[in-house]
């Protein structure tokens, strides 16, 4: 079992850089693959960008991609999203998910463990 928990959210301007951080405790971190998703008002949760266990592949929705780096550092466990450029329509709760031994899919469903998610909001 792993326990997830997110920070660094908040309320920026349009343009501006934030990161988010997920802290991990429980099982090994480092054989886990990790996502980040994001979900707004109203709508479904969607996939952000995943990191592979294995060799640290990474992978990014078309929508953040050139402007979001997803990171993970295994000694401290704990797995980073730096968001830069960032629109208004990045503005959502964002939530990190893990995933025992996993490729880093974009698909929730293969996520078993989740964190409680931390509001990023960018205004115009």
């Not at 997110?6 to 990790?34: H, I, K, P, W």
Request: aromatic share 12%.
């Amino acid at each position: 079992q792993v326990q997830l928990v997110e920070s660094g959210g908040g309320l920026v301007q349009a343009g501006d850089s934030l990161r988010l951080s997920c802290a991990a405790s429980g099982r090994t971190f480092s054989s886990y693959a990790m996502g980040w998703f994001r979900q707004a008002p109203g709508k479904e949760r969607e996939f952000v960008a995943a990191i592979s266990w294995s060799d640290d592949s990474t992978s990014y929705a078309d929508s953040v991609k050139g402007r979001f780096t997803i990171s993970r550092d295994n000694a401290k466990n704990t797995l980073y999203l730096k968001m830069n450029s960032l629109k208004p329509e990045d503005t959502a709760v964002y939530y990190c998910a893990a995933d025992l031994w996993g490729s880093g899919t974009s698909n929730p469903k293969s996520y078993r463990h989740w964190g409680q998610g931390t509001q990023v909001t960018v205004s115009s």
